[in-house]
């Protein structure tokens, strides 16, 4: 993982809240794209959307990003947080023999909802 920080200019961080491990998130690249990952112990999922929002900001305001993606099992079917925050479905991908539903969020739909 720490890798992707010199490949690619953007990897995964910990987040800390007091000094306490929150959880983990950041970009990954994926397949020719930065696939946006955030999982947060549930003490803190009150500042998901804080992270989201400073991730997104840095891919696209400092890292240049025309979009961001995420992947989620097909069995996911509750989707509308996802649609809300500006994300649109966009094929399936297969990783290691399991398929994922594709959601892409562009730079200039982000720009809209901040």
Excluded: C
């Excluded at 998130?25 to 400073?54: C, K, N, S, T």
Aim: charged share 25%; net charge negative.
């Amino acid at each position: 993982k720490e890798a992707q920080w010199a490949v690619n200019g953007y990897g995964p961080w910990a987040f800390f809240v007091e000094d306490e491990f929150a959880g983990w998130g950041g970009l990954q690249h994926e397949d020719g794209d930065a696939d946006l990952a955030l999982v947060l112990h549930p003490d803190y999922w009150g500042l998901g959307r804080m992270i989201f929002d400073e991730i997104v900001r840095r891919a696209f305001q400092e890292l240049g990003l025309e979009s961001i993606t995420i992947l989620l099992p097909p069995t996911r079917t509750r989707i509308k947080g996802v649609l809300r925050l500006g994300f649109r479905p966009d094929g399936e991908v297969e990783i290691d023999g399991t398929y994922f539903t594709r959601y892409r969020l562009q730079a200039s739909a982000s720009a809209k909802i901040s």
